[in-house]
């Protein structure tokens, strides 16, 4: 299961033993298995995720893998995503919201970042989802606004 091979990854990484953070992530790269896996590793490895470089790290590797994720499966990934970053404190999400903000060459603050909106994010999530299912719906019956390519 992914959350013990995260937690084995985190394991011997806290043991000394380095962590190839982009390979190891990429075995786990689905959407419905990162966010486990990820919960994992951060139980067994928090110290070890915090102290490592962001341009080599696990923060860049579910970077990378998120950004290459379509609407969909993002929406799919999301809630064992927040639960698995649910498990760092505040300041901890602070940091590593930092991370980000360094890797993406900043432009937005971290704390932008971490501000919490009033709407469950779950329900957001289901709104872009029937957004999507909707659009698709348009588009297949041919009821969206021709743009100016398609005329």
Known sequence: ????????AGL???LGASLDAAGAAAGVSEPDRLGDWLA??????REEVLAEAAEHGVVHAV?????DMT????????????QAFA??????????AEQLVALR???????S???????????????HALEARVDEVLTREHLTAATEEQR
């Open 63 to 67: 970077d990378e893998i998120v950004g």
């Open 71 to 82: 609407e969909q499966e993002f929406l799919v990934a999301l809630p064992a995503l927040r």
């Open 87 to 96: 498990f760092f404190p505040p300041r901890e999400r602070a940091q590593i």
């Open 105 to 111: 060459g900043g432009g937005e603050s971290a704390h």
């Open 40 to 45: 994992g590793l951060f139980r067994v490895a």
């Open 113 to 127: 970042m971490l501000d919490r909106h009033d709407a469950d994010p779950l329900t957001v999530a289901a709104a």
């Open 12 to 14: 011997a990484w806290s």
């Open 1 to 8: 299961p992914p959350d013990l091979r995260g937690g084995a």
